[in-house]
């Protein structure tokens, strides 16, 4: 088993910038890829950004390149999404999730957290 605790969330203008935190815990993290998705009221939940276990190779949405940065640092088990340049279409609920499989898809995903509000304000 795998535990992920997402952090970070909260209320932010247009323009501004967020750094989410997901901690994991339980089996060996370094050995997941891990990925950021996220679900905004009345939509589906969304691929955002993925890293390979290494760090070495990493996937954006097209919506959030050039705007966000995934990374991890598997000696504090901790995966991070920077995101700048904030939008009001980037309001939702972020969710951190592990996968042994890449790409990460939302069907491939073996645990997920529980997920982070982030809110844009226009």
């Known amino acids: 088993q795998v535990q992920l605790v997402e952090s970070g969330g909260g209320l932010v203008q247009t323009g501004g910038s967020l750094r989410l935190s997901c901690a994991a815990s339980?089996?060996?993290?370094?050995?997941?890829?891990m990925a950021w998705f996220r679900q905004a009221p009345g939509k589906e939940r969304e691929f955002v950004a993925a890293i390979w276990w290494s760090g070495g190779l990493t996937s954006y949405a097209d919506s959030v390149k050039g705007r966000f940065t995934i990374s991890r640092e598997n000696a504090k088990n901790t995966v991070y999404l920077q995101m700048n340049s904030l939008k009001p279409e980037d309001t939702a609920v972020y969710f951190c999730?592990?996968?042994?499989?890449?790409?990460?898809?939302?069907?491939?995903?073996?645990?997920w957290g529980k997920g982070t509000l982030v809110t844009v304000s226009s």
């Open positions: 339980g089996r060996t993290f370094s050995s997941y890829a």
């Open positions: 999730a592990a996968s042994s499989r890449w790409p990460p898809l939302t069907s491939r995903v073996d645990y």
